[in-house]
């Protein structure tokens, strides 16, 4: 009942504002942000409810048959993964609402509707374990977001959003004959529980999700529709797609393509694993070239992202807890980027990294949140980026499901970031400060409020991540365990790692020889 | 010692930078007390490490402790812990000693300056980044620390952000730093393949098993030890990633003394004997120290030629970088820490002095635009002697000993080595002297108007310099004393492997080369430049090759930076990215549209035409079915 709750809260908030925008502008923002607050309020319940010694769906109640002769229920449910990603949806979406305060010129009210009923589709989402019901709120999910950009966007916008959704659209299209090929599969249920394999044409099936997921994730080199997309949103689109939509890509993969087919995920891993890595140094490089602050950081996230893919095929707890991890720590830290390049943009009109330069000097607070989420994206110790990119890196780097030499490149994308974000920060907020630019205004307190607790987050994470890891450690577990059967060099064994076990094993072994040659 | 005890000496610093990080816009107005509190908090760090320090050298064991659970799972466990023992004590009081006198001087040196309280901010978030690199009890806490003062430095180079050439060098100094970083990264991943941890004593354990090499083979932990070193590098500004600390002196001179010359540059050094167990299994010293003493010989070069006081002193100290992974290659891992301590004094020393020559001169660097100094600034130059005199190996001050040692070790490991590091010590008397003969003698030029200013700084500033004097001359001959049955040695010895090759030879007779050596640079720069001033243009192709610094920045310049920003921008963004790959998904769209508008043609509305392809249709099936099939 929690969990439902939290899903359709948000468009009770929709069909409220609907009924009251007469009230006014300021009336329609209260409206959205309280739902927002509540939603996120009512949502941190899933945190203390959720039961972190077991790998099972919780806290969904029990299936309500939907349509029955079909096999279709509404049977929800969350585990170690989506808890996460349902936290982080209903945690950006009041920080957004927040954030769109002053910045939307016409229809605010179907701004605001728009926002919500985006929530609830990607609430949805993470929480389905019906199939049928994941592709419906799939799908649904991509009406809102195509109305925030075609309005509410840049001069390109109807480009984007047209390239945004037939992009998705082609996937999602591949993925429902998967879906149905399941159906089925499974005694024509739609139930993802009762899902076992091996499934016939897993490798076909593989494909059909992965590819719908892939577009979504981007993974190179279905990412082009990203930038566009980027560019055009307005600021809270961004920070949404950035921060959540993204996350439905690798989400799917983490959800569908490695539980349910491992073996054609073990086949595919030799393709895909390369392209993970061409992501994150093709991302960064052509990150690095950008004019547009949006478009770096758009390109940004293809890199990240790659590490993401590359966690995930590592296929072993580390790479895998990794990966999740540094899910949210995308949606944070990406999602504050676009925030802040938004906070820029409302005050000088401009994303063109060359009319800045020397803004430190006229914005210190801004230029301070600034350079934490910089160096947060960069993975700086102390920052949550570093422990999501180290766990991902060394997991595969130590499980060895691929080779050494993936890793060795990923690592290298470690240098990248650093270019091309300080270089951007550089040029942006270091410098002489610009006449056109001497008056623009540090942060206001709203905008201190807005960034705060993502800032708060961003720290959180990367000193101590234990509360954030220990609730996954089960639900990733059980994917490891679905797609690999061999415990890794270097896991622990009874609480010594193998590694060194083995090591002192012929030491005792040699003992005990030596012993008995001198009796 | 206690845990609570390493508590408190890292958090001083860190409380430090936050008063002055959140509350600096109040603080501004009074630069006492925001400078104050600064040095406060490293002086607590300060009192902590000098009980740490007495209670150790007094017998008490090591401590090694977990804090708390940071990134753990199943499978794995990095937890933030501590480790003091000898080595880290050391490095305690060198960081917390010179940084607090740092400290103090800064609140001189700074005064008037806008960024006053960010400044201090910075340079506490640095001393707690120093300390958790050197307390960390595991490779990941190292990393922490080791990333940690990699960002402070970045900081605090472009501190004066709106100038070009200081964001540009805080840049390059991040960057060049990810690369070695690149390496440690591996490393670290090498070592947990093999060992299931990254905690020291469990690794150095584990590796001094009879069996480990049966069961993993030495090439893991030469690869290991390789890619460690690859961070030593990039930190520790070897060949050939040495080229961001000389850019390294855009930042304010208290900087490059604390960070770029006593303490973090020193890391990868420290990184290498701490890990000296692995690399005595691995080998792979012999690269550690030739990598060094190509280094120390290369910096010393390029410092024969250069003009401008600060980059004279950071070139002396990538070479001096150089002596002391000699040292720790060739396993003289006590000897190597020592060079770094005393170096850390007297260099650190010789900056403060070159801040106190720029605060007098208006911020001017060149030395041919000084001379004739000694007369206005008496503290100033003798201090500034003091300090060229140890880092030249004169008899019985600091860096003769630390030296001497690493020199003698080297002959015992390789003649070769020994011979080159020979050499670089007579460069570095030479090329000292030089800059003292120039700047602090014979007659003045420093253009009027800054002439009628020329004063000794203020006792804020100077004291610390006498203060600094003092171990700077003496430190070496107190911890020295005795060669290899030292003070020092014999603190240390519980932390460093047995030495493999003990020094053979005469020490007297090494140590009268190593005077004898020294003497003779120093005489030969009295020679050269006691009368006259280096000239403005180079006189021969070689001079012009070192003036250039072998041209190494433009090479990399050329090579590296432009093809892959032009390959960047030209290939992948536009040709790949907007030409090929969107080219083909609007490729795509176009087809369909195309196809969509050739069908449409079909639907023409008439209804005529429709019958005529239905009948048409009918006929091709009928045909198909009757002739086909």
Redesign the interface.
Same mark, same amino acid.
């Given at each position: 009942m929690l969990l439902s709750t939290v899903i359709f809260l948000p468009l009770l908030g929709v069909i409220a504002i609907a009924l009251l925008r007469g009230l006014g502008e300021s009336a329609i923002k209260g409206i959205a942000l309280a739902i927002g607050l509540i939603t996120f309020v009512i949502s941190l319940g899933l945190y203390t409810g959720f039961n972190a010694d077991t790998a099972t769906f919780q806290l969904g109640g029990t299936p309500i048959e939907w349509v029955s002769g079909l096999g279709i229920s509404y049977h929800i449910g969350i585990d170690g993964i989506s808890l996460w990603l349902v936290l982080l949806t209903t945690f950006l979406t009041p920080v957004c609402i927040l954030a769109a305060w002053n910045s939307v010129e016409k229809g605010l009210s179907g701004f605001m509707m728009s926002l919500l009923a985006l929530e609830t589709g990607m609430l949805g989402v993470f929480c389905s374990l019906d199939l049928f019901l994941f592709f419906v709120f799939w799908e649904s999910m991509l009406i809102p977001m195509y109305f925030l950009i075609g309005i509410w966007g840049g001069e390109r916008r109807i480009y984007a959003t047209v390239?945004f959704v037939?992009?998705t659209m082609a996937g999602s299209a591949l993925m429902l004959v998967g879906i149905l090929a399941l159906y089925f599969q499974n005694d024509n249920s739609f139930d993802l529980t009762t899902l076992s394999g091996p499934f016939e044409h897993s490798d076909l099936l593989f494909l059909a999700f992965f590819v719908a997921f892939a577009i979504k994730v981007p993974l190179f $080199?279905f990412?082009?529709?990203l930038p566009d997309a980027h560019v055009e949103a307005p600021t809270v689109g961004s920070v949404i797609l950035a921060g959540v939509l993204l996350k439905m890509g690798t989400y799917g993969i983490i959800r569908f393509c490695l539980p349910l087919f491992p073996d054609a995920a073990e086949k595919f891993t030799p393709l895909i694993v390369p392209l993970a890595v061409i992501g994150i140094i093709?991302g960064a490089?052509?990150a690095?070239?950008?004019p547009d602050l949006k478009k770096l950081v758009a390109y940004s996230s293809v890199s990240h992202l790659g590490f993401v893919v590359l966690g995930l095929f590592s296929k072993?707890?580390?790479g895998l807890?990794g990966s999740v991890l540094q899910m949210i720590n995308h949606g944070l830290s990406t999602g504050a980027l676009f925030l802040l390049v938004g906070m820029i943009y409302e005050r000088r009109h401009s994303r063109m990294i060359v009319d800045f330069g +020397?803004l430190?000097?006229r914005m210190p607070i801004f230029a301070t949140v600034f350079m934490i989420v910089t160096?947060s994206s960069i993975g700086? $110790? +102390?920052l949550n980026g570093?422990?999501g990119e180290?766990?991902i890196?060394?997991g595969s780097?130590?499980q060895?499901a691929f080779s050494k030499v993936y890793?060795?490149f990923a690592?290298?994308g470690?240098?990248l970031a650093?270019?091309y974000m300080?270089?951007m920060f550089?040029r942006v907020?270091?410098?002489?400060?610009d006449k056109t630019n001497e008056n623009l205004p540090d942060l206001n307190a709203r905008e201190i409020v807005v960034m705060l607790p993502l800032l708060l987050f961003i720290v959180w994470i990367g000193v101590? $991540?234990?509360p954030f890891?220990n609730k996954m450690?089960k639900s990733v577990?059980l994917v490891v365990t679905k797609v690999q059967a061999t415990?890794?060099? +270097?896991?622990?064994e009874n609480g010594? $790692?193998?590694?060194?076990?083995?090591?002192?094993r012929?030491?005792e072994h040699?003992k005990s020889e030596k012993e008995a040659q001198t009796k | 010692m206690s845990k609570e005890l390493i508590v408190v000496l890292l958090a001083a610093p860190l409380v430090g930078f936050l008063i002055n990080g959140l509350f600096g816009k109040w603080l501004k107005g009074n630069e006492k007390l925001s400078g104050g509190i600064g040095a406060l908090a490293v002086l607590v760090s300060l009192v902590c490490s000098i009980i740490a320090f007495t209670s150790l050298s007094g017998g008490a064991a090591p401590l090694d402790e977990t804090l708390?659970?940071?990134?753990?799972?199943?499978? =794995?466990?990095f937890n933030i812990g501590f480790r003091v023992d000898a080595l880290t004590a050391v490095m305690l009081l060198v960081i917390t000693g010179v940084g607090f006198l740092i400290h103090v001087y800064s609140i001189g040196y700074m005064h008037g300056d806008e960024g006053y309280t960010r400044y201090f901010a910075y340079l506490n978030l640095f001393v707690f980044a120093m300390l958790i690199l050197v307390l960390g009890n595991n490779y990941?806490m190292m990393?922490?620390g080791w990333?940690?003062v990699g960002?402070c430095s970045?900081l605090l180079i +472009?501190f004066w952000?709106?100038k070009?050439s200081a964001?540009?060098a805080?840049?390059k100094a991040?960057?060049v730093n990810?690369?070695g970083?690149?390496g440690f990264?591996?490393g670290?991943?090498?070592l947990?393949?093999?060992?299931?941890?990254l905690d020291f004593t469990?690794i150095f354990d584990?590796a001094e098993?009879?069996? =480990?090499q049966?069961? =993993?083979g030495a090439s893991t932990l030469v690869i290991a030890t390789l890619l460690l070193f690859v961070g030593a590098i990039g930190k520790s500004a070897q060949i050939p990633l040495y080229v961001w600390l000389p850019d390294a002196m855009e930042g304010p001179t208290p900087v490059s003394a604390l960070i770029h010359a006593a303490t973090m540059v020193t890391a990868g050094v420290y990184m290498i004997a701490r890990s000296a167990v692995l690399y005595e299994i691995a080998h792979t010293g012999q690269v550690v120290a030739w990598i060094g003493v190509l280094t120390a010989f290369f910096a010393a070069t390029i410092a024969l030629t250069q003009n401008d006081i600060k980059r004279i002193l950071a070139y002396s100290t990538v070479s001096q970088l150089g002596y002391m992974f000699v040292g720790v290659g060739v396993g003289a891992y006590a000897s190597g820490i020592f060079h770094l301590v005393t170096h850390a004094f007297f260099k650190g020393l010789m900056f403060l002095t070159a801040g106190s020559v720029m605060h007098a001169m208006a911020n001017e660097l060149d030395m041919r635009k000084m001379g004739g100094l000694k007369s206005k600034m008496p503290i100033t130059h003798w201090t500034f002697l003091v300090g060229a005199l140890a880092i030249a190996g004169f008899p019985f001050l600091s860096g003769f000993w630390s030296k001497d040692e690493i020199l003698h070790s080297a002959w015992g490991s390789s003649p070769i080595i020994y011979v080159i590091g020979l050499i670089t010590a007579f460069l570095t008397a030479f090329y000292m002297f030089r800059l003292i003969f120039v700047t602090f003698y014979g007659e003045s030029r420093v253009e009027p108007e800054v002439a009628s200013h020329l004063h000794e700084s203020p006792s804020v500033m100077w004291v610390p310099l006498a203060i600094l004097a003092i171990p700077s001359a003496l430190i070496g001959l107190l911890l020295g004393w005795g060669g290899h049955d030292s003070w020092f040695h014999h603190f240390t010895k519980s932390v460093f492997p047995e030495a493999h090759h003990d020094a053979s030879g005469n020490v007297i007779l090494f140590m009268v080369i190593s005077s004898v050596i020294g003497l003779a640079g120093i005489a030969f720069a009295w020679t050269r430049y006691s009368k006259r001033v280096p000239s403005d243009e180079p006189t021969s192709a070689i001079h012009r090759l070192l003036a250039n610094k072998y041209y190494i920045d433009e090479a990399y310049n050329a090579l590296i930076v432009q093809p892959?920003?032009n390959?960047?921008?030209f290939l992948?963004?536009k040709l790949?990215?907007n030409g090929i790959?969107?080219g083909i998904?609007n490729g795509v769209?176009a087809i369909v549209r195309f196809i969509g508008g050739l069908l449409r043609r079909f639907q023409t509305g008439v209804v005529q035409a429709y019958i005529v392809s239905m009948v048409l249709g009918i006929v091709i099936f009928l045909a198909y079915y009757l002739f086909f099939t």
């Amino acid at each position: 009942m929690l969990l439902s709750t939290v899903i359709f809260l948000p468009l009770l908030g929709v069909i409220a504002i609907a009924l009251l925008r007469g009230l006014g502008e300021s009336a329609i923002k209260g409206i959205a942000l309280a739902i927002g607050l509540i939603t996120f309020v009512i949502s941190l319940g899933l945190y203390t409810g959720f039961n972190a010694d077991t790998a099972t769906f919780q806290l969904g109640g029990t299936p309500i048959e939907w349509v029955s002769g079909l096999g279709i229920s509404y049977h929800i449910g969350i585990d170690g993964i989506s808890l996460w990603l349902v936290l982080l949806t209903t945690f950006l979406t009041p920080v957004c609402i927040l954030a769109a305060w002053n910045s939307v010129e016409k229809g605010l009210s179907g701004f605001m509707m728009s926002l919500l009923a985006l929530e609830t589709g990607m609430l949805g989402v993470f929480c389905s374990l019906d199939l049928f019901l994941f592709f419906v709120f799939w799908e649904s999910m991509l009406i809102p977001m195509y109305f925030l950009i075609g309005i509410w966007g840049g001069e390109r916008r109807i480009y984007a959003t047209v390239k945004f959704v037939l992009y998705t659209m082609a996937g999602s299209a591949l993925m429902l004959v998967g879906i149905l090929a399941l159906y089925f599969q499974n005694d024509n249920s739609f139930d993802l529980t009762t899902l076992s394999g091996p499934f016939e044409h897993s490798d076909l099936l593989f494909l059909a999700f992965f590819v719908a997921f892939a577009i979504k994730v981007p993974l190179f $080199p279905f990412h082009t529709w990203l930038p566009d997309a980027h560019v055009e949103a307005p600021t809270v689109g961004s920070v949404i797609l950035a921060g959540v939509l993204l996350k439905m890509g690798t989400y799917g993969i983490i959800r569908f393509c490695l539980p349910l087919f491992p073996d054609a995920a073990e086949k595919f891993t030799p393709l895909i694993v390369p392209l993970a890595v061409i992501g994150i140094i093709y991302g960064a490089l052509v990150a690095m070239v950008q004019p547009d602050l949006k478009k770096l950081v758009a390109y940004s996230s293809v890199s990240h992202l790659g590490f993401v893919v590359l966690g995930l095929f590592s296929k072993n707890p580390a790479g895998l807890q990794g990966s999740v991890l540094q899910m949210i720590n995308h949606g944070l830290s990406t999602g504050a980027l676009f925030l802040l390049v938004g906070m820029i943009y409302e005050r000088r009109h401009s994303r063109m990294i060359v009319d800045f330069g +020397g803004l430190s000097k006229r914005m210190p607070i801004f230029a301070t949140v600034f350079m934490i989420v910089t160096l947060s994206s960069i993975g700086l $110790p +102390g920052l949550n980026g570093f422990v999501g990119e180290y766990m991902i890196l060394f997991g595969s780097f130590v499980q060895g499901a691929f080779s050494k030499v993936y890793v060795v490149f990923a690592t290298a994308g470690v240098i990248l970031a650093a270019v091309y974000m300080l270089w951007m920060f550089q040029r942006v907020m270091f410098g002489t400060l610009d006449k056109t630019n001497e008056n623009l205004p540090d942060l206001n307190a709203r905008e201190i409020v807005v960034m705060l607790p993502l800032l708060l987050f961003i720290v959180w994470i990367g000193v101590y $991540p234990k509360p954030f890891l220990n609730k996954m450690e089960k639900s990733v577990g059980l994917v490891v365990t679905k797609v690999q059967a061999t415990p890794a060099m +270097g896991q622990l064994e009874n609480g010594v $790692p193998v590694g060194t076990k083995l090591a002192l094993r012929e030491t005792e072994h040699e003992k005990s020889e030596k012993e008995a040659q001198t009796k | 010692m206690s845990k609570e005890l390493i508590v408190v000496l890292l958090a001083a610093p860190l409380v430090g930078f936050l008063i002055n990080g959140l509350f600096g816009k109040w603080l501004k107005g009074n630069e006492k007390l925001s400078g104050g509190i600064g040095a406060l908090a490293v002086l607590v760090s300060l009192v902590c490490s000098i009980i740490a320090f007495t209670s150790l050298s007094g017998g008490a064991a090591p401590l090694d402790e977990t804090l708390y659970e940071w990134i753990t799972g199943e499978s =794995f466990a990095f937890n933030i812990g501590f480790r003091v023992d000898a080595l880290t004590a050391v490095m305690l009081l060198v960081i917390t000693g010179v940084g607090f006198l740092i400290h103090v001087y800064s609140i001189g040196y700074m005064h008037g300056d806008e960024g006053y309280t960010r400044y201090f901010a910075y340079l506490n978030l640095f001393v707690f980044a120093m300390l958790i690199l050197v307390l960390g009890n595991n490779y990941l806490m190292m990393f922490v620390g080791w990333e940690g003062v990699g960002l402070c430095s970045y900081l605090l180079i +472009g501190f004066w952000y709106e100038k070009q050439s200081a964001t540009d060098a805080g840049k390059k100094a991040f960057i060049v730093n990810r690369i070695g970083d690149f390496g440690f990264l591996l490393g670290m991943f090498t070592l947990f393949a093999a060992f299931g941890t990254l905690d020291f004593t469990a690794i150095f354990d584990a590796a001094e098993a009879d069996n =480990f090499q049966k069961v =993993f083979g030495a090439s893991t932990l030469v690869i290991a030890t390789l890619l460690l070193f690859v961070g030593a590098i990039g930190k520790s500004a070897q060949i050939p990633l040495y080229v961001w600390l000389p850019d390294a002196m855009e930042g304010p001179t208290p900087v490059s003394a604390l960070i770029h010359a006593a303490t973090m540059v020193t890391a990868g050094v420290y990184m290498i004997a701490r890990s000296a167990v692995l690399y005595e299994i691995a080998h792979t010293g012999q690269v550690v120290a030739w990598i060094g003493v190509l280094t120390a010989f290369f910096a010393a070069t390029i410092a024969l030629t250069q003009n401008d006081i600060k980059r004279i002193l950071a070139y002396s100290t990538v070479s001096q970088l150089g002596y002391m992974f000699v040292g720790v290659g060739v396993g003289a891992y006590a000897s190597g820490i020592f060079h770094l301590v005393t170096h850390a004094f007297f260099k650190g020393l010789m900056f403060l002095t070159a801040g106190s020559v720029m605060h007098a001169m208006a911020n001017e660097l060149d030395m041919r635009k000084m001379g004739g100094l000694k007369s206005k600034m008496p503290i100033t130059h003798w201090t500034f002697l003091v300090g060229a005199l140890a880092i030249a190996g004169f008899p019985f001050l600091s860096g003769f000993w630390s030296k001497d040692e690493i020199l003698h070790s080297a002959w015992g490991s390789s003649p070769i080595i020994y011979v080159i590091g020979l050499i670089t010590a007579f460069l570095t008397a030479f090329y000292m002297f030089r800059l003292i003969f120039v700047t602090f003698y014979g007659e003045s030029r420093v253009e009027p108007e800054v002439a009628s200013h020329l004063h000794e700084s203020p006792s804020v500033m100077w004291v610390p310099l006498a203060i600094l004097a003092i171990p700077s001359a003496l430190i070496g001959l107190l911890l020295g004393w005795g060669g290899h049955d030292s003070w020092f040695h014999h603190f240390t010895k519980s932390v460093f492997p047995e030495a493999h090759h003990d020094a053979s030879g005469n020490v007297i007779l090494f140590m009268v080369i190593s005077s004898v050596i020294g003497l003779a640079g120093i005489a030969f720069a009295w020679t050269r430049y006691s009368k006259r001033v280096p000239s403005d243009e180079p006189t021969s192709a070689i001079h012009r090759l070192l003036a250039n610094k072998y041209y190494i920045d433009e090479a990399y310049n050329a090579l590296i930076v432009q093809p892959v920003k032009n390959g960047s921008h030209f290939l992948l963004w536009k040709l790949v990215d907007n030409g090929i790959i969107d080219g083909i998904v609007n490729g795509v769209a176009a087809i369909v549209r195309f196809i969509g508008g050739l069908l449409r043609r079909f639907q023409t509305g008439v209804v005529q035409a429709y019958i005529v392809s239905m009948v048409l249709g009918i006929v091709i099936f009928l045909a198909y079915y009757l002739f086909f099939t």
